[in-house]
């Protein structure tokens, strides 16, 4: 079990920025890599960020490249996703995911993931 909490979440204007935080519980930590997910009102649940166990390496599908970026702090058991010039489109449940990583693969399928958190609303209007 590695429980994860995300928060952060909020209301913003078009423009604006949002960091949120994911905090995991365990000693193992650093053997996950780690994600982001989004979920929107109606819509499938999508990939928005990806961090290796290191954080030496990310990747972002191209909707939020340049927009968001994620980061992580082994030392603190924590993985950040900070997230500027947002959109009205960019309203979705938030979640980060963990998935235990030997090689350093990339993860970008829900289904690949073991541990979720809760979740954390952003809402960003026009």
């Known amino acids: 079990q590695v429980p994860l909490v995300e928060s952060g979440g909020g209301l913003v204007q078009a423009g604006g920025s949002l960091r949120l935080s994911c905090v995991a519980s365990?000693?193992?930590?650093?053997?996950?890599?780690m994600g982001w997910f989004r979920q929107g009102s109606g819509k499938e649940r999508e990939f928005v960020a990806g961090?290796?166990?290191?954080?030496?390496?990310?990747y972002y599908p191209d909707s939020v490249k340049g927009r968001f970026t994620t980061s992580r702090d082994n030392a603190k058991n924590t993985v950040y996703l900070q997230m500027n010039s947002l959109k009205p489109e960019d309203t979705a449940v938030y979640y980060c995911?963990?998935?235990?990583?030997?090689?350093?693969?990339?993860?970008?399928?829900?289904?690949?993931?073991?541990?979720w958190g809760q979740g954390t609303q952003v809402t960003v209007s026009s």
């Open positions: 995911a963990g998935v235990i990583d030997y090689s350093g693969g990339r993860y970008i399928f829900p289904s690949q993931y073991d541990y």
């Open positions: 961090i290796s166990t290191t954080g030496d390496w990310t």
């Open positions: 365990g000693r193992t930590f650093t053997n996950y890599a």
